[in-house]
């Protein structure tokens, strides 16, 4: 009894499953007062309107500097456009423009199982 109920609860929570991973990488700012950089990702449509913060853990992702290059684990499951920016920003918390947008087509969910399969035994 106690398995059936741990399997009932289990399915009610949430879990969140990511399919990939992506790694940026950038040319370092050379300002004296740089604090960090900021990462901006789409999902969907990257041709179009701004792009969201990164969120991890429902926090924004902040890179401090000098760390040119991060890993970004949240990548979804989805099939469509990847897309990301990046802001540089400043010890007096003055953000830059947006970088230019680099986009990645990605297939990141899987096909449909076969189905049908049969065997035949062969005496």
């Known amino acids: 009894m106690k398995k059936i109920i741990l399997a009932i609860v289990m399915c009610l929570i949430p879990v969140m499953s990511y ?28 041709a179009i309107g701004p792009l969201q913060p990164l969120l991890v853990g429902g926090v924004a992702v902040s890179i401090v500097a000098p760390i040119n290059t991060y890993v970004d684990t ?14 540089a920003f ?25 189905v049908g399969l049969t065997v035949d035994v062969i005496p």
Do not use: M
Request: with cysteine; aromatic share 8%.
């Open 19 to 46: 399919a990939a991973s992506a790694t940026l990488t950038w040319t370092p700012n050379t300002e004296s007062d740089l604090a960090g950089y900021k990462i901006y990702r789409g999902n969907g449509v990257c």
């Open 74 to 87: 949240t990548v979804p499951a989805f099939d469509g456009s990847l897309c990301y920016e990046l802001t």
């Open 90 to 114: 400043d010890t007096s918390k003055n953000e830059s423009v947006h970088s230019v947008r680099v986009t990645k087509q990605v297939n990141l969910i899987p096909p449909v199982a076969p």
